[in-house]
């Protein structure tokens, strides 16, 4: 497919504006992820994101990787052991990490290790930093970054340490734009939006989507509190979005602004019309998904109206705590 490529600041990678996030990797076995990861670096799709807590799926994609002609990169992070709730930040278990995910990897350097959202007390320290310039320095990750959002994101930003910052960013989540990407792009870092899609409002179950665009259409129809319910509810057990995006998007009343239009689509090129995002990282292990993301951005940014008229939307509604950790 084609689109234009991205400088990923002043990193010399030059960025497709999707890439693949594989936070799901692990449900699915070897072969359906060759098939994907296949098909999306033929697709013109040239990066992964990864992490050491998505459970093999590190494996699974240096496995991949090996198997294919087409050349990309590998983003991972580091930080958490098996899960997001075994935090790993000493030198010792974050030099560890770097050393397993090269191996999983099957590389010898990764194109960018990211702090995978470390607080900002761990941060003042400055053991997990030293830790990836020492990495840097001896070639075994070529860019350090940080993956985060708030007060955190912007120290982290603030210290001049990073080479990129990855940040949500999407419909429902805009805090950043302020908060975080002016400091960004006077600091030259390469931008990385996560949870464009706002972590799965838009699932990859036919069934499930049929219904999804059914109730969008009906929202003018219910109370905020129906609203409310209702999302959940169907959300539930599919990947589902947080309790605090649907209640955003209730609030929000995009349908009012979108009418009819695709609304994946319009929160993905969104998110990639933001000025300074280099690109947008989405997981999934849906084909489908993929070629119609892919899709998608072919259409390129949006018309600079719809773009303004979002984020006057949200500006007139969005509340003090809606915030990405919120």
Same mark, same amino acid.
């Given at each position: 497919m084609k689109f234009e490529k991205r400088m990923l600041g002043k990193c010399n990678l030059l960025l497709s504006p999707l890439g693949l996030g594989s936070g799901f990797f692990f449900r699915h076995s070897q072969a359906e992820l060759d098939a994907l990861i296949h098909l999306a670096l033929e697709n013109g799709i040239n990066y992964i994101e990864t992490a050491e807590c998505y459970g093999d799926a590190e494996e699974k994609i240096g496995k991949s990787l090996k198997s294919s002609?087409?050349?990309?990169?590998?983003?991972? $992070?580091?930080?958490?052991k098996d899960d997001h709730e075994q935090p790993a930040w000493t030198r010792k278990e974050l030099t560890e990490s770097i050393e397993r995910s090269l191996k999983r990897l099957q590389v010898e350097c990764i194109d960018l290790m990211q702090l995978h959202s470390c607080n900002k007390g761990i941060l003042k320290k400055g053991d997990c930093i030293e830790v990836l310039q020492k990495a840097k320095k001896e070639g075994k990750i070529r860019y350090m970054g940080y993956s985060g959002d708030?007060?955190?994101?912007?120290?982290?930003? $603030?210290?001049?340490?990073?080479?990129?910052?990855?940040?949500s960013l999407g419909l429902a989540d805009q805090e950043s734009i302020d908060l975080l990407l002016p400091e960004s792009r006077e600091n030259k870092l390469g931008i990385l939006a996560k949870r464009p899609l706002s972590n799965a409002m838009w699932s990859s179950n036919t069934d499930v989507l049929s219904a999804k665009r059914s109730l969008w259409q009906r929202l003018k129809q219910y109370n905020l509190e129906r609203v409310k319910h209702r999302l959940r509810r169907l959300l539930a057990g599919n990947q589902p979005m947080p309790p605090f995006y649907s209640e955003r998007f209730a609030e929000l009343e995009y349908f009012k602004l979108l009418q009819e239009m695709d609304l994946a689509e319009i929160a993905l090129r969104f998110t990639l019309s933001i000025p300074g995002v280099h690109s947008a990282v989405v997981g999934t292990t849906s084909k489908e998904n993929l070629l119609k993301n892919l899709r998608s951005i072919e259409k390129g940014e949006l018309e600079p109206e719809l773009y303004r008229k979002i984020r006057e939307r949200w500006q007139l509604v969005a509340k003090k705590h809606w915030t990405a950790r919120r």
């Open positions: 002609s087409v050349e990309s990169y590998v983003f991972s $992070k580091c930080g958490h708030g007060a955190e994101a912007l120290y982290a930003i $603030k210290t001049g340490a990073f080479d990129t910052i990855m940040t």
